[in-house]
């Protein structure tokens, strides 16, 4: 397995969305076209200080071939472990940065007839890029962006283009009763082949899937910035992980990842965000024996892949195709 492409980009513009949120506009340095990607896309971004951190998409870029640059949206977020610090702090205009090409676990689904797409704060950012991308086709979809107020709303006026103005549907925690969505009344009833997809924080995300618990599970769609807080991604009993296309087998000690017990016998597995959050490490296997502990997969996905940096087995093996 090969390690993803990494580029280099040059920081086109920097621009203030709310009193928390900066827009990165990333072009090539020379001024060619970047590598296209679908809506649901997000980069990995090396920025200064040795950080890296996974951004979505914030704008289609129209052709699955080609971009002519890339738009991300930055929360700075008050316990920062470094990355939106360094974002804000130390990235300036006209500075060049390493980030990787597009991937995408969060796509739109073909076979929906309807799309409804709910997005909190932040995460509006892939959910702007779906909307603009199903308005081009003339689909079906409802974008529902759920915000703490007019002055926090990130993108606004991408939101509020002609082409988008008439499916949104705004919620602004301090405007008045006629600006706010009832989650239990929007998605008390599903109908038929309509997907959900939502991004945000932790609570945002748990109120919606708590209201959207009795949705078919391939029907919902989600993109976490971080593992829930009561996640365990790390630790659990030994097995033994079996890689049917090399014929060996590799032990898994409790407090050890699989990507981990990999590279220790020097098989390179490429890793990201290490919470199986952006899939970057997902491999086909036995899905039916694996302990399935990411947020990338759905539950079909679960059958056929594992997410090797936070999945364990059920029992005590665990077949690969490696």
């Known amino acids: ?8 980009v040059r920081v086109e513009r920097i621009s203030r969305e709310t009193p928390e949120i900066l827009a990165f506009e990333l072009a090539h340095p020379w ?26 998409l914030a704008r289609w870029s129209g052709a699955p ?5 890339y738009v991300i949206g930055v929360k700075r977020e008050l316990a920062s472990r470094g990355g939106s610090a360094s974002m804000h702090e130390r990235v300036r205009e006209g500075d060049l940065i390493a980030i990787s090409t597009p991937r995408n676990t969060f796509p739109l689904r073909e076979e929906a007839t309807h799309h409804l797409l709910m997005a909190g704060g932040i995460g509006m950012t892939p959910l702007l890029a779906m909307a603009q991308a199903l308005a081009a086709r003339g689909a079906s979809f409802t974008l529902c962006v759920f915000a703490r107020s007019e002055e926090h709303l990130a993108f606004a006026d991408a939101l509020r283009a002609p082409a988008l103005a008439p499916h949104l549907r705004l919620h602004l925690d301090q405007g008045d009763a ?3 969505i009832d989650l239990q009344a929007l998605l008390a009833d599903r109908a038929p082949d309509t997907h959900l997809y939502v991004c945000g ?6 109120a919606v899937r708590d209201a959207a618990a009795h949705w078919p599970e391939d029907a919902l769609h989600t993109e976490y910035f971080a593992a ?10 030994p097995f033994t992980l079996k890689l049917a296309q090399r014929g060996i087998t590799v032990p898994v000690a409790a407090d050890q990842t699989a990507v981990d017990a990999l590279h220790e016998v020097g098989i390179d597995i490429p890793v990201s965000c290490q919470q199986g959050l952006c899939g970057t490490c997902v491999v086909e296997g036995d899905g039916e024996a694996a302990e399935h502990r990411d947020f990338c997969l759905t539950g079909t996905e679960r059958r056929s892949k ?6 364990r087995a059920k029992g005590l093996e665990l077949v690969l195709q490696l």
């Open 306 to 311: 594992v997410a090797l940096c936070c999945s």
């Open 65 to 69: 071939s080609n971009a002519p640059s």
């Open 1 to 8: 397995m090969s390690l993803e492409r990494t580029l280099t």
């Open 201 to 206: 924080p932790g609570g945002f995300m748990k």
């Open 228 to 237: 829930p807080t009561d996640a365990n991604t790390t630790t659990g009993l």
């Open 178 to 180: 006629s600006q706010r």
């Open 31 to 56: 001024g060619r076209a970047l590598p296209g990607y679908e809506a649901g896309a997000h980069i990995d971004v090396h920025m200064p200080g040795g950080f890296s951190r996974q951004y979505s």
